[in-house]
C-alpha cells in the first residue's frame, strides 16, 4: 500500500486547531474565548496549563507551513478564532483578525497548501458564554452572523469549509459534564446547548453554500466503533444507546432524519427546545462528512448509569495497547466506522478529518522517535485503504495533528503531533512520523 493506491484525487492532508496551536490570545484585538476563561479556574486543566502561548502559530505559522511542505502534505486543516474575528461574539469585526487569516491562507497558497477551513473548533467567545452560548437559541443568529462574515472575506480562496468541529464533545464535555469549557453540567444545559448546535451547523451550510457555491462545505463528527461486552440483550442494549448518544446524535438530524429518540428515550426532552419548522431547519445537506475516529468503546448495561443505563468498560482492564489518553489501539474501528457513515442516504463524500495518537516519544540525538505513532497511522491507514476498495466513499485523510499542541482539559501532557515542539523555545523538530508521513506521500 502507497499513497498512490488511494487515487490521484484523494486528499491527503494533517490537522489542527486554532485555541489550540496559535497562543497569542488577546494580541491584536482577539478577545476572550470560553478556553482561556475556563483555563483560569485552578484544577481545570492537567497541571493548569493554558493556551495563552500554546504553540505560537500565531507568529509562527510562516515556519509551520515550510515544515508542511517540505513533509509534501498538500492539504491543512486549521480553524478560524471567532473571538479573533468579532471579539465581542457579535457586532464590530476585528480588522486584525480577518488581516491575520488573510495572510495565513495567503501563506498556504503561495506555498501550495489547500487550506481547509473549520468555522468553529470549540472557542466560543466569552461575551457570548455570559448570554447563555449554546443554551442560548440566539447563538444561531451569532454563529450566522460570523460565518457570514468569514465566507464573504475568505471565500474566494477556500474551497473547502467544515462549519462545526464534533458537536457531541463541545456539548456533551462542556455543557453536560463540564470537564470542557465552559464548565457547565446536567441535562438542563446539555438539551438546549445540542439543539441549537444542531440548528447553527446547518445555517452555518447554508450560508456557506449560498456565498461559496463552488465550495465544498462539510462538517466533521466525533465517532467511535461502539461493541457490547457480552451478547447479552442487556449489554447490546447499552451499546445501542450509547451508539446512538456518542455517534449518531448529531448527524442524523442534520440528514433530516431527526434525533435517535426511539434508542434513547430521555432524548425526547429535546422537544422542549424545538419550534414549529425546526425539523427542516436541523437539515445541513452537506456535501461531506468528516469523520473523527481514534478507537472504539466496549460498552456493558449499568443500571445506576442516568439515562442511558450503560458505562464504558476501562480499556486498561481489557488490553495494554492504549495510548496516553488510555484509548484502545484498535485500527478496524476506522474501517467500522467509515462503514457506519458511508451507509447513510445523504452524504456524498467522506474524509477522514482526524486521526492520530498520543504517545510518550524518545528523543536521542537531536531526534524523536515515536514507532508507535508511526505503526498507528500505518495500520489505520491500511483500514481505510479497506473500506476505500470495498467501494466506501472516502476520499481524503488528515492527520491529527501537525504539532504538540494544548489538549484541551489534558494540557500539554499528551502528545499527538508528528512534529514536536519545545515549550520553552518553541522550536520545532520533526519527529519520526513526520518523516515516515511525508515520505509515504512521496512514495518513497
Known amino acids: 500500500m502507497q499513497a498512490s493506491s488511494f487515487g490521484e484525487k484523494f486528499s491527503w492532508g494533517v490537522s489542527s486547531a486554532a485555541c489550540q496551536t496559535e497562543g497569542a490570545y488577546l494580541d491584536d484585538g482577539k478577545g476572550p474565548s470560553i478556553w482561556d476563561t475556563f483555563t483560569d479556574r485552578k484544577g481545570k486543566i492537567c497541571n493548569n496549563d493554558h493556551a495563552r502561548v500554546a504553540c505560537n502559530f500565531y507568529h509562527l505559522y510562516p515556519e509551520d ?10 492539504n491543512f486543516r486549521f480553524s478560524l478564532a471567532w473571538s479573533r474575528i468579532i471579539p465581542g461574539g457579535t457586532g464590530a469585526v476585528n480588522p486584525m483578525g480577518l488581516d491575520y487569516y488573510d495572510r495565513l491562507i495567503d501563506n498556504c497558497l503561495e506555498k501550495g497548501i489547500d487550506p481547509w477551513v473549520t468555522l468553529y473548533h470549540w472557542d466560543l467567545p466569552q461575551a457570548l458564554e455570559l448570554k447563555g452560548g449554546w443554551t442560548n437559541r440566539d447563538v444561531v443568529s451569532w454563529f450566522s452572523d460570523y460565518v457570514s462574515v468569514c465566507a464573504k472575506r475568505f471565500g474566494d480562496r477556500v474551497g473547502h469549509w467544515m462549519v462545526m468541529n464534533e458537536p457531541m464533545v463541545f456539548t456533551g464535555a462542556g455543557y453536560f459534564l463540564g470537564v470542557h469549557a465552559p464548565g457547565r453540567r446536567g441535562v438542563r444545559n446539555f438539551f438546549p446547548a445540542v439543539h441549537h448546535s444542531v440548528l447553527a451547523m446547518a445555517e452555518g451550510a447554508r450560508i456557506l453554500k449560498s456565498a461559496c457555491p463552488d465550495a465544498e462545505v462539510g462538517s466533521t463528527f466525533s465517532c467511535s466503533m461502539i461493541e457490547p461486552q457480552t451478547t447479552s440483550r442487556w449489554d447490546t442494549a447499552a451499546a445501542n444507546r450509547v451508539d446512538a448518544l456518542l455517534n449518531r446524535l448529531f448527524i442524523e438530524p442534520a440528514l433530516g432524519m431527526g434525533y435517535p429518540v426511539k434508542d434513547v428515550p430521555v432524548l425526547r426532552k429535546l422537544e422542549k427546545y424545538m419550534l414549529p419548522g425546526d425539523d427542516q431547519k436541523m437539515i445541513a445537506n452537506l456535501d461531506f462528512a468528516g469523520v473523527q475516529n481514534y478507537t472504539r ?3 456493558s448495561f449499568s443500571l445506576f448509569t442516568p439515562y442511558v443505563h450503560a458505562r464504558l468498560v476501562d480499556a486498561k482492564r481489557r488490553t495494554k495497547d492504549i495510548t496516553e489518553m488510555n484509548w484502545e489501539v484498535y485500527p478496524p474501528s476506522i474501517y467500522h466506522m467509515l462503514k457506519k457513515f458511508d ?5 456524498p463524500k467522506l474524509y477522514v478529518t482526524e486521526n492520530g495518537a498520543a ?8 531526534r524523536v522517535h515515536d514507532e508507535r505513532r508511526i505503526n498507528y497511522l500505518k495500520d489505520y491507514i491500511a483500514q481505510v485503504f479497506k473500506a476505500k476498495q470495498e467501494g466506501c466513499k472516502v476520499e481524503g485523510y488528515f492527520v491529527w495533528t501537525l504539532t504538540d499542541n494544548f489538549e484541551w482539559a489534558e494540557g500539554y501532557r499528551p502528545k499527538f503531533g508528528i512534529v514536536k ?3 520553552e523555545t518553541q522550536r520545532r523538530t520533526v519527529k519520526d512520523s ?3 508521513y511525508g515520505d509515504f506521500l512521496s512514495g518513497r
Not at 507551513?65 to 513533509?71: D, F, G, N, P
Not at 451507509?343 to 452524504?347: L, T
Request: charged share 20%; proline share 9%; glycine share 10%.
Open 65 to 74: 507551513l515550510s515544515i508542511i511542505r517540505q513533509l509534501n502534505i498538500p
Open 359 to 366: 504517545f510518550k516519544d524518545v528523543e536521542t540525538a537531536g
Open 343 to 347: 451507509a447513510y442516504p445523504g452524504i
Open 421 to 423: 515542539v519545545d515549550p
Open 297 to 299: 468503546e466496549i460498552v
Open 434 to 436: 513526520g518523516r515516515w
